[in-house]
Every structure is written in structure tokens, then in C-alpha cells.
């Protein structure tokens, strides 16, 4: 049982109920506004412990991951990572698992329009927060709600983080009661440059607390929180200050300057400076790659920000396992399945499966070949044939081939947690989403493009999964987070990082005027650009 936290009291006494609507957001307090805000703890429980509720989800689109048709989704099977095919009567969903993958999701997506509405609804309710916050901060000066402040900025940050990098050209609301009709569309790099120095400012009031401890900062934004999101966005500079993006060139990130502390460093020195940050606040490589992973993985030493799982007090769902498994896979666990999402070709080969170095990490992220269950005994269909999972198989439609239910290498990340609920889904497994191995490869790849050695940084991570040195190179980077982050939702930002997303691959041709980068970005929702004339569609669409 994991120890009871401010998490907990939050999810189950405050719960703010939205309308899942761009902008229209109405929570309804079950307590009248004198109780919510009469102490300090009482004004954190309603102004800034009621945003968490929106981090994890157990619905479509809702949540940064665990969920289906969003945030994770559009980051995970849009990439030559991973694809849901098409197998006879499962998952076609009218094309548009299909869609995703070949990158023709067009511009009155649901999943794509949802996944807005839930950034943008966070976002409002952060809003109403800070302006909560700002006015009982006048009357009750005695309160020191500058750490509170400081959180829900760096909450809001988060979204609008997310917000830029699936859609780039996106509405900065600052307040909870804009008008719709007075949304203005911001440049990417205009937003960009909010996100930075809102997380910078909220630094010094946010705690140095582990976020991924239980606790009373168990699931929170803390400091460290703040360090990763600040390396991130450094690594990713150029593409979210590149306002043109399918006509000009990207700006150079050693040109790029940002003022960390009392320093000024290029885009590159700040992911470094940012990187080192967590080490010094005692993040580290844990022992095994599968600790951080497995079914009570809140005391890793190297996970920084998790969703908390707990299949007895939370509602927060983890489906990416449950869709994977085929259904007599699940069933032998005693649990549930969909028989869908796989590997596709370009990860097999990036992993060297089916050769004499096959990376170690392959076999901790996948379930390929003959199929056991957890008392090590085969796994059998309906038929009484062996089930076997043909990794070299899989391809978008399946339909009607000999392969078609059993095509694919399955995720295998987080253990099975036999106790599990709901088919599987409530489990006791946090969902990683920010990890340390992660900093230490932007620290690497950050070195390499500043012209420096980052040998040093990708090795640490290669040792710790027992596979041998390589050359810090942006192709070897670039595979190495494939390798040690499979599964974890980053592939999509890597790729258009590195200038790669939008290039032919197996079951994927690139589409006409593609390589302009236009796909590098999700277009505008059709429904929000009804609202708003103000706003234009992103180029390309």
C-alpha cells in the first residue's frame, strides 16, 4: 500500500468537472468559496491540488499519458516507432489508427480537436487559479501563497508546452474569462518565450522535493520538474523559435541565448547547465533499466515526474499494455487485452532483433515470439496452437493474412501487475514521464551539437542496459533514445528534432509537399477556427 499523500485527498475530495470545451470551462465546488479559502492549506487544496486531477485520465484524450487518442497518441503512432494495424475487424476505427501512422490525419480530427480542448481546459482552470491566488494573496498578506503561485505558473507552462510542440502557432490565454472572440493566435516563438520565463520565474518558490517520492510533493511540479522541462525546451529550441517553418531555415542554437542564473548560455549550454541541475539535486541512474518500471517504482532513484498509480485509490488509467496484449496473452495474466499496438520494422532494426547484438533493452520492452505466462508456462490460442508474436510480420493492414492476429513485437515496458483492475488497466505502476536516462541524452546530444564530446553522457546510459561504448554521434544519439526510451511517448519530438519525421518508412510513403516539414506540426481543429476568425490554420493545411 503506498502511503497516503495530498494526492489521494485531492483526487477523491475535490473534483473539478469540465465541459471539455476550448475556453469553456465551469468548475463546480462541492464546498461553499468561504471554506474552500479560509487557510492556507485549504486555498492549496482548491487553487492548486485540484489541477492534478488532470494529469493522468481514464478517458480518451484526457490525461499527458495512460490514455487513448491523445497527448501520448499523437506523440507515439504518428512515428516509425509504433502503429495500431489494422487486423481484420480491430482497428480500423474508420481509418483512423491508419491516419495517424501515415500521417493523414486531416483538420476535423476528433482525437486531435480533444486533445485541445483537454491542454487548453488545464490551462483555464490554472488561470482562474493564479487570479484566485493574486487576490487572496491583497487580502490575506499574512499567507505566503508565493510557493502556490509559482506551481500553478510552472502547471500552466507545462501545458502550454505541450500545447507548442503538437501545434505550434497556438492562442496564449492569460486569463479565465477571455472572450473567445478575443483569442488572438500567438507565434510559436512568442509562446515559446512565455513558457521559458514563466518556468524560470516560478524556480525559486517551487520545492527542491522529489516528485516521484510519496509523500506530500508525490505527483506535484517541483523544482526539478522545472530543471527537465527547462532542458527540454532548450533542446528544442530551434524548431519552437521557428516561426516559418515550412519555408525558411531553422534558427542555430548556438546563437540562441538564455539567461540561466546570472549566465548567459547558448541553447546547448543551457540544456547542459539544466541537465547538471538534476544531478546535483541526487538524480541518478537506477541499478536496472526495469526498476523504474515496474509495479512500485516510486522509490526510483532516476524517475523524475510520474502520473501515480494506485489501483485502489486512483482513477487514473494506464491502457497501453491492455491494447497491446492479445487477448489470450491477457487472459493467461488474468487480466484483459485488445491485441493491437506493435513495433514496427524501423524499431526491430534500430534494437538489432533477430541478430547476434540484440540490445539488451529489446527484450524489457517487448513480448516477441513464443508467448509464456507469468509461471514461465506457453500460452496457447483458442485452437490449441502456441501463440507467437511474429515480430518481422507486422505491417499498417493485416487483414485477411496469416499473421493477422499475432503480427508485431508488444509492449512489454512496465511489469504486469498480476493484481491489476479493470482488465489491467488500474495497476500500482507510475507512468514514467519524465526520467533522468532522458536528461543524460539531452545532455549528450546538447554537447554534440555545441561542438563538444558527449561520449561520456550516452555511455553512462549504454552501461547501465550492459551494452557496449558508442561514438556520441546525432545518429547514434538519436537511435540510443529509441533504444532506452521505447514506448515512453518522445519519438514523434525526436524526429522532428533531428529533421527525420516527415521521411518515407516501412508501410509509411511520404505524402506530396511533405518535406517541407508541414506534418511537423498537427493543423488548427476545423471547430476552433469556426469560433474564431482571428485564428489561422498552421501552413500546409
Known sequence: MKKFSLFLYISSLFLLMGCSKFLEEHPRDQISEEEAFDTPANIYLNTVATLYNYIGGNSDSQGLQGTYRGVYDLNTFTTDEAMLPTRGGDWYD??????LFLHRWGTNNYAIQATWEYLYKVIVLSNKSLEILQTLQKQHPEYELSPYLAEVRAIRALYYYYLVDLFGRVPLVLSSSTPMQDVKQSERSEVFRFIVDELQAALPDLSLERSNYPGDYYGRVTRPVAFFLLAKLALNCEVYLHDRWTTTARPDGKSIYFQVGDRSLNAWQTTMAYCDSLAVCGYRLSPAYTDN?????EGSEENIFTIPMDKNLYTNQMQNLFRSRHYNHAKAYGLGGENGSSATIEALQTFGYGTDSVDTRFDACYFAGVVLDLNGDTVRLDNGTVLEYLPWDIQLDLSGL?????????????????????????????IVLFRYADALLMKSEAKVRNGENGDSELNEVRRRAGMPERKATLENILAERQLELAWEGWRRQDLVRFGRFTRTYSSRPQLPQEENGYTTVFPIPDNVLTLNKQLTQNPGY
Open 94 to 99: 474508420g481509418g483512423f489508427w491508419q491516419g
Open 293 to 297: 518500471f515496474k509495479v512500485y517504482n
Open 402 to 430: 496469416a499473421a493477422e492476429k499475432t503480427a508485431g513485437a508488444r509492449m512489454k515496458k512496465y511489469e504486469v501487475d498480476s493484481q491489476g483492475t479493470k482488465d489491467g488497466k488500474l495497476s500500482d505502476n507510475d
